[in-house]
């Protein structure tokens, strides 16, 4: 066994062991139904009235330089506190000390460069989600920056930063929404619960050219839950809540930590004012375990309740008319939503269908007034290259199942935990593949580097993909390129306990 190795695999022992004092895994205890996988971790503290918070829009990063090539942010991480339950005080972990962080939006083929200084206690390394990123500025879960005020302990080994990292994005990708998070090694699921997401959108000439909503009618919407101690401190089953070692969560919490409060870029339940005109939503499931099933309240009249103009990978080729959006972890929908439909001084209630108690609402609008409103939903949206079947040059088996390892249970692919050493696929730059995944409970599976697309479709996975939210015991193929930069990438599944709990494997990709 390799130093490396055997480091995971103590790692990986340690956690277990603490787990397996704690309790014997009871399957019965915990949501593992066709919608959710995941046990409630109910809060503690006095939780307020939905929609009396107005919903926040996180402010756009302003660049500290600029040339006609790149755009340079410095963004430092660090803890602050938040009043995020009214009255109450919560320590966050946030980009620029704010949570979500704040958007930072490119362009097309200008690079984005980022440097992100680690005030925090902790090690971090930052992902562009959806991000078409040279291995070197992937945040790689080895490739952690570590505190500013020094780490005492073991790191595994990878390209280590000291204080901070530069993050360099060329931004050779279409328009899209993607998000920027943290990507630890084993601790990605407590550090983003703390605070570590934002948006992070792309603009190019060809969204630029179309009607749809733009500027203030053009809204990112972060959805996540929490659940929070009497204090109004996040509340979150870790093994060890100074995020040392070992890793992991409790064993009741192993399929994943439901929390029992929506936030909505960063506040319960919030309300808007809008006016009775067209806007475009900017959807992203920030949840570490918990899916979505969004509907309106009332379903308008005349049409379905979203039209859905873009996913994961950028725009669709045209418009797909949805009366609820399926939304799980990490994936996004760009939707539009016509509020003219309704009556003004009305409220629309955004509502989740896979929700219980609390978690049965997001948020809620307000229609305030008419307004004026030129943006319309044009029939031809994006440019989508389409990939056949017939252009798969290999195909690729990714199981992602439960097992066990060293006695304890863990998330597996191909019955093997991560192990950063290990490459489980050496795709060449330029082929098509057909990955084929597999699952015994639900897994949203997300590939890094480049989007994929679902070979029999289905509402929700139309268009780019680089997540794919994928039903107990399903099987489905994609199509995939990796059309540049070579270098070790992951895909994994993104219930973040999951992901924490080594379900992740390497591919390299290589010039053919
Ligand atoms: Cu959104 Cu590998 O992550
Ligand atoms: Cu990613
Ligand atoms: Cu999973």
């Known amino acids: 066994m390799s130093g490396l190795t055997r480091r995971r695999f103590l790692g990986v022992t340690a956690g277990a062991v603490g787990l397996g004092a704690l309790a014997v895994a009871l399957p019965g205890c915990s949501v593992l139904t066709q919608q959710q996988a995941g046990e409630l971790l109910k809060s503690r503290a006095r939780l307020p009235k939905p929609f009396t918070v107005p919903l926040p829009i996180p402010p756009v990063a302003e660049p500290t330089r600029r040339t006609p090539d790149a755009w340079y942010y410095d963004i430092p991480v660090r803890e602050a506190e938040a009043e995020i339950l009214p009255g109450l005080k919560t320590r966050i972990y946030g980009y620029d000390g704010i949570f979500p962080g ?3 939006v490119s362009r097309r083929d200008r690079r984005t460069v ?7 206690p902790v090690p971090i390394a930052v992902h562009l989600h959806g991000g078409h990123t040279p291995h070197g500025s992937d945040g790689y879960p080895t490739d952690l920056v570590l505190p500013k005020g020094g780490w005492p302990h073991d790191t595994m080994p990878g390209d280590i930063a000291h204080g901070s990292r530069a993050y360099v994005y060329p931004m050779r990708q279409r328009a899209m929404t993607l998000w920027y998070h943290d990507h630890r090694m084993d601790f990605t ?9 934002g948006f992070h959108l792309v603009h190019d000439d060809e969204e630029d050219a179309l009607p749809l909503p733009k500027g203030e009618r053009d809204i990112p919407l972060l959805i996540c839950d929490r659940s929070f101690d009497a204090d109004g401190a996040f509340l979150y089953p870790a ?6 070692a070992p890793p992991g969560v409790k064993e009741a919490y192993m399929d994943g930590v439901l929390g029992d409060v929506v936030l909505v870029n960063g506040a319960p339940w919030p309300e808007l004012e809008v006016t009775a005109t067209r806007y475009r939503f900017r959807i992203l499931n920030a949840s570490s375990a918990r899916r979505y099933q969004l509907t309106l309240d009332p379903q308008p009249s005349g ?5 859905q103009v873009g996913s994961d990978g950028g725009l669709l080729a045209g418009p797909n008319p949805l009366d609820r959006v399926e939304i799980a972890q990490a994936e996004r929908f760009d939707v539009v939503v016509d509020f003219s439909r309704f009556e003004v001084g009305s409220t629309v209630t955004m509502t989740n269908g896979f929700g219980d108690g609390g978690t049965k609402n997001v948020m809620r609008f307000r229609v305030a007034r008419k307004a004026p ?6 029939k031809r949206l994006g440019d989508l290259e389409v990939l056949r079947t017939g252009q798969a040059k290999v195909t690729r ?3 992602f199942q439960q097992g066990t390892l060293h006695g304890h249970q863990a998330w597996l692919i191909n019955g093997k935990p991560f192990d950063p050493d290990r490459i489980d696929a050496a795709p060449p730059l330029g082929q098509v593949e057909r990955w084929r995944f597999t699952t015994d409970i639900r897994h949203p599976i997300h590939v890094h580097l480049d989007p994929f697309q679902v070979l029999g479709g289905g509402d929700y996975r139309k268009g780019w993909k680089d997540t794919v939210d994928m039903r107990s015991g399903e099987t489905v193929d994609v199509l995939v390129r990796f059309s540049d930069y070579a270098g070790k990438y992951v895909l994994h599944c993104h219930n973040l306990e999951h992901e924490d709990m080594a379900m992740m494997a390497n591919f390299r990709t290589h010039a053919a």
């Open 102 to 104: 704040p958007t930072i």
């Open 114 to 120: 980022v440097r992100h200084s680690n005030e925090l």
């Open 189 to 197: 699921g407590p550090q983003v619960y703390r605070g570590l997401a």
């Open 239 to 244: 093994l060890d809540p100074k995020l040392v």
């Open 303 to 307: 049409g379905k309740a979203f039209v």
């Open 373 to 378: 409103d030129d943006s319309a939903v044009p």
């Open 397 to 399: 088996r990714f199981d």
